[in-house]
């Protein structure tokens, strides 16, 4: 979601990972700092007022200084915030009286800092935002179609040449989504290799598959980890998505294969689809990301049968 304000002449991105860096307030508004180097000027004598624990009136106070700071250096301030849901489990650091979407609120008023935020979840969004959302364009990442796929390839790749069967299988594999195929072109790239052909093609994501410090592996590890924030439960992802693989697509099925409740596997299934892992088809729900299948089926290979091939 994107909420922007007045420009400014030059324009400082600020970028922080709620999921992994924000554990105080001061987690949060450190990254202003750099913004305000941008000016030349050295010392603004906010460094000692952003604490770990501050009071709501501090915080306040601190974001509208650092509005007034960045408006008087003519200076606009992008705020990324990633995974901003995780800022909901963060509130014992925080006084009773601000909560996580009181400083967004706080931020939002402020004329010189721009905010993106992303979540992996609209409804946990909506709960922890309500009314706040409104006032965001809220975009859904969409897969690209083929030729969007291809498109995006040839402005990676640039100079590589890379022939017709591997462009589709590709395709195949990602389904057009934009983290895979970035993977995917990155690991190329650090190939050093001139011209793609399928054969090829394969060679580099066998190996990179197998490669625990590879680009792709550790792209999809990521990807991986952050499914198992939203869906969690790590042995029944893998096993149900095995399953599926393997043509059995229907709750029923799948929960009789399992030995568990109908209505167990019918709400992974349902968290599968909402992350876009899984879809509805003709016959049952499909595995959309047959990347990360095969993936999985490296990283736990006592999940998946000898030569398993998704």
Known sequence: MIRSNAKSSTLVPIYVDCSRHVLTPGDLLNPFLAALSYTGRIEYHVMGEIAR??????????IRML?????????KSLLILDHVEELK????????RLTPKGIIEEIMNSDAIGLICSFTSLNEANNMFGGLIDLFIVRKVDRLNKHD??????????????DDDS???????TRGLPLHIHLLA???LSREVKNISIDVLREIINSALNEPHSI???GLRIYHHELLKVIRGRNMIVKL????????SSASSIARSMGRPAQYIAEYIRRLIEVDVLAHGERGVIIKDLLYIKWLSKEFPSNFPLGFQP
Do not use: C, F, P
Not at 67 to 75: G, M, P
Not at 149 to 158: D, F, N, R
């Open 67 to 75: 509005n007034e700071k960045l408006i008087d250096a003519n200076i």
């Open 89 to 96: 489990h963060l509130s014992r650091y925080w006084d009773m």
């Open 241 to 248: 998505l095995l399953l599926i693989s393997k043509g059995i």
């Open 216 to 218: 792709l592996h550790m």
């Open 149 to 162: 796929t291809t498109q995006l390839l040839s402005s990676l790749l640039k100079d590589i040449v890379i």
């Open 53 to 62: 624990i501050m009071s709501s009136k501090d915080v306040v106070h601190l």
């Open 167 to 173: 462009l589709e299988w590709i395709y195949e594999l």
């Open 186 to 188: 990155a690991e190329i």
